[in-house]
């Protein structure tokens, strides 16, 4: 498994910005999809941004289209969510993760090999 280390969370008002990281390490990070998952109180956990190994290809869930952006620093071992015009919906712990082999999507969390701590992100209205 891989480890991964978020930071980059806090308390925004609706409508400001804040840029998550996640600072992996154990295995080769070039290789590897990686991927943004959250929990809202009382929901389940849930799909929020995927990026590729090579960072040519990204998909959204429907709920963050065009206000987030997922990026990543391969040279840095490190992936980004720069996150925009927040919503008090947006709340949740924002979870890092990567999937068990290189060279593969991550479509939903039975994909997922490893996750982050988590990070909490709190909207105010």
């Known amino acids: 498994q891989v480890q991964l280390v978020e930071s980059g969370g806090g308390l925004v008002q609706a409508g400001g910005s804040l840029r998550l990281s996640c600072a992996a390490s154990g295995r080769t990070f070039s290789d590897y999809s990686m991927a943004w998952f959250r929990r809202a109180p009382g929901k389940e956990r849930e799909f929020v941004a995927r990026i590729m190994w090579n960072g040519r290809v990204t998909k959204y869930a429907d709920s963050v289209e065009d206000r987030f952006i997922i990026s990543r620093d391969n040279a840095k071992n490190t992936v980004y969510l720069q996150m925009n015009s927040l919503k008090p919906e947006d709340t949740a712990v924002y979870y890092c993760?990567?999937?068990?082999?290189?060279?593969?999507?991550?479509?939903?969390?039975?994909?997922?090999?490893?996750w982050g701590q988590g990070t909490q992100v709190t909207v105010s209205s």
């Open positions: 993760v990567a999937p068990s082999r290189p060279y593969t999507i991550i479509t939903g969390q039975a994909d997922v090999d490893s």
